[in-house]
């Protein structure tokens, strides 16, 4: 597993942005699928966007659609996910892993996440 460190969370209001970022030191992630993933208070985790590095392509949850976009840097090193217009409900935990779907994520894969916290 490639260790990924997650930053950029923060306190916002309702309609207000982030953008998270996912850092792997020292490792390209070009030849990975990079999935976003959300956990709010008394939740099960969800994954929430999805990027095929070596193709672009990019799908996400209905909840986040044309709000969220997932994307990478030039060297796929790090995998960011700007979030528009958010929303109380997206409030939640956001982690990164190498998959796209929770059940291909060993739970020694997680890593911290970084807090979200939008207010009305």
């Known amino acids: 597993q490639v260790p990924l460190v997650e930053s950029g969370g923060g306190s916002v209001q309702s309609g207000g942005s982030l953008r998270l970022s996912c850092a792997a030191s020292g490792f390209s992630l070009e030849h990975y699928r990079m999935g976003w993933f959300r956990q709010a208070p008394g939740k099960e985790r969800e994954a929430i966007a999805c990027?095929?590095?070596?193709?672009?392509?990019?799908t996400y949850a209905d909840s986040v659609k044309d709000r969220f976009t997932i994307s990478t840097d030039d060297q796929k090193y790090t995998i960011y996910l700007q979030m528009n217009s958010l929303k109380p409900d997206d409030t939640a935990v956001y982690y990164c892993?190498?998959?796209?779907?929770?059940?291909?994520?060993?739970?020694?894969?997680w890593g911290r996440g970084t807090q979200v916290t939008v207010s009305s």
């Open positions: 990027l095929r590095q070596w193709d672009g392509t990019t």
């Open positions: 892993a190498t998959a796209c779907t929770r059940d291909r994520v060993p739970m020694s894969a």
